[in-house]
């Protein structure tokens, strides 16, 4: 490569700057989208990633007409005799409705002297073990997501659940804990159980569901089918149908996304096309005094392969970084959204770095080769202007 | 849905169909220069085709780098979709879910050497004042633009073809003792006789590039290329693998083993691209071409870097696999 | 070094219409020699111009230069003569208005495979020889009308041409400097330069330098 011809074109783009700032920015923006959108993707793919790897790996639940209900908390002790279960726990949990704000917070009851069911609740406890030893009253530690919204509404050291009877059930707040999957701990409120069964109304002898410890993945399956043979009146559900279904809402996802931005390229690949073929006299003019002094069709072909080079690695530099820095250091704002859903249910979560190569790699091949291929015909009619052109 | 179209598949079918529509431009100019080219007219016509050879050459080279460029995505996308289709561990898996992935490969190959080919007659046309071989380059090009068709019927085949719900077999019974495939049978071939007919290929080939007896070191480049990746499959790959049983051409590509098999293939292209090429631009356009030294050294840089791994191993493990 | 014989052109507009432009030219300059063309405007001067650089071809007859037919030599080709052996000085001196003196002037040879520093270092010379290099870094554009001139001359010298070829060279200057630039012209003869130059300007028909004056009228030789 001839370096000349490079540092030529440099200062002929430099003329002619502002002619290309529309490609660039549109380049720009397309990169920009790509690049959100996929960065976005996965990084809310590894933080499920994470919050799957957390999850039980069966949840038995109890239907009624449809409809989930409390189960008998008796049937844990009799899921827990099945050969491959390691543990099964009843779960006192609901969906606790915050007027203030039109949030759903999740209430979680705990036993505070036993270990919980899932190891960042153990951890949690333990934390704050010294101060609620000593409660007698109803307490809570709230995510941080709540934490912040209570905050904001005034209650900075208790909180006034209303229960299902609609009686007022003060309740202190101890403390507030976060973590790296933010995503799915956000909303949570953890209270001892018999607080959790007041609030909910749920009896002694009933739960909201039964999670089910499996050491050995290879049992899941089997053990599904067993439970669903004991309790034909329950939904069986497995990890990994979590895990497929929200696989499949990514997927789809992102997939409409590249639909919407191949339709996008179609224009670019236009806009790319007029704008490289729209020659202006001045243009045609210095082509022509380039070839009337010697130079070849293909010096000119390769200037102009050079311009498209560089415009488009700059705008693909351009639309990456500034794509990584709204996703990661801004938390892309207003996109998330159209992922996570605008609803209220998970409040805040952060999105975890994670700078995929591949996805770099993808949408380069995607779009730099796309451009210098749509100027391909403008920069060869460019390169056969008469050279005679400058006599006339 | 069945159909696998993840964002890789979709991004080769864009830019094949935006390849296709260039490439049949490059076609139409290049039967009309084929029809009428004649450097001694004075016409407008001529003026006009003298202007087109260069957008179709220009289109032509584009091609050839962009092709490059998806072969290596083609092969990655393959690897990478081995997630997906069960039982499939690397780019074999893939390949032969489909009937038509084996002769898929084949082609994309083929093209690329195809392509490449051009691209030498054109330089050396391009030297000459008088463009002896524009019409033949352009001819040629008729032909090539078949196989590029031919190309993007099969991948659209092979893509529509796979199922990822099936499940496939993988390169730990495609090269198997009991493969039917014809190119497990050929990986078949006891390594006490390939591996020495590999290494006098290679000397043969040494002999023939200094002789200059183009059109058999073409012939034997060609068998050499086929040679090559046969043993690497049955022999030294089991050395890079470490593994006896391992019989693979996809898996070292892989980032556990450090990317060599682009090293690899690369360098046996290379070499093998010049050796072939300079036999068949003597049997197209009767010129010779003096490209014997980069044929000779590329695969001289293949031969040692794929004895490298079973002489390690001895120099390491005191034994043969 | 120059040779034409029996050249005609003919501009074909659509499939009937045709204008002959040029008919049966003939005439040759030998290596050192100045040659004027003269003739009004219009009569197709700058078109035999054209054809001698190879920037159009003829459509009949056999012009030769530096004993190379290039009539029929593809445009590759005869870029590469003009790279090689042409000045070119155009009547609108047809610089890129937004680039240096020394950007213009080096122009000619970025796609050589000279070094950088080389062809800079070739243009400063002539730059000097043409009183301009106190111009180096300046836009072309800022510059006057004579100064402009010399970038042009300049850029037609960097590539060491055997032949230089000039197109109405004073059309745009003012008498002082149109005879400033018949002084370089001279010294670019006695420096051994085969030199046609295309104007209607009576300024040059008595000069003594020039060898052979060729008439031109309806793009005939008179």
Redesign the interface.
Known sequence: M????I??TL?SLK?RLTKKLSVIFIFSLIVFLLVSVFSISSSIKKELEISVNALPEIIVQKMSGGRQTVIPVDRAYEIATIPGVQNAYDRVWGYYYFVNDNVNFTVVGLDFDLEAYKQKYSDIINLYAEATDTIDAPFMIVGSGVYKMLEDNFYKNFYNFRTVTGEMLETKIVGSFTDVSAMETNDVILMPVNYVRELFDISENYATDIVVRIPNPEEIEIIKQKLNSMFPDSRIVSRLDIEASYQNIFDYK??LF?ALL?VA?VAFFILVYDNASGLSIEDR??I????????????I??IKFIEGSLISLFSFFLGTGTALFYVYILQAPILRNLFTGASNLKPTFNLIPVINF?ILI?IF??TV??Y??AT??P??KS??I???E??R | MSVL?T??V??LF??DI??FG?NT?AFVIAYRIYKNFNLNSTSNEQYTLE?QT??AS??IK?SLY?KI??FL?FVFTLD?LSNVIPGAMCGVGVTTASDYGIYLLIFKMLNIYLYGFWLLINNSDMKREDFPFTKIKFKYFLFIYFFFVIELILQSLYFFDINPQELVSCCGTVFNEVSTSAVGRLTQIPNIISVPLFYSLFLLLIFTALKKTVLLNGVLNFVFAIISITTLISFFGTYIYELPTHHCPFCILQSDYFYVGYLLYTLLFVGTFFGIGIAFLKYLIKIPLDYHKISIGFNTAYVVSVSFFPINYYLNNGVWL | MIELKSVDKIYSHGEHEEIGVLKNISFSVKENEFSLLTGPSGSGK??I??IV????KPTNGEVIIDNKSIAKLP??FS??L???K?G?I?Q?F???N??SAI?NIT??L??TKIS?SE?EQRAEKIMTELSIFNKRDVLVEKLSGGEQQRVAIA?ALV?EPKIILA?EPTANLDKKLSLDFIQIIKQLKDAGKTILLASHDPLFTDLDCINNIIKIHLGEIQ
Request: glycine share 4%; net charge neutral; charged share 25%.
């Open positions: 001839n370096f000349k011809l540092d030529f200062k003329r992102s997939g590249l191949i390229f003019r210095e022509g005094i380039l070839k009337a002094v010697g130079w070849q069709v293909e010096n072909l390769q591949e993808l091949i995607l080769p796309v210098i291929l391909v015909i920069s060869w390169s056969v008469d050279a005679d400058v006599m | 179209l964002p890789e979709i991004i864009i830019e935006l390849l260039f431009i202007k260069y957008l220009y289109i584009f962009l460029i998806s995505f990478k | 700058s078109t111009l054209s650089g190879g920037l159009s445009d590759k870029a590469l003009r790279r090689e042409i070119f155009f609108k047809n610089l890129i937004n680039l950007d122009i000619p970025i796609p950088k062809i850029r590539n197109d």
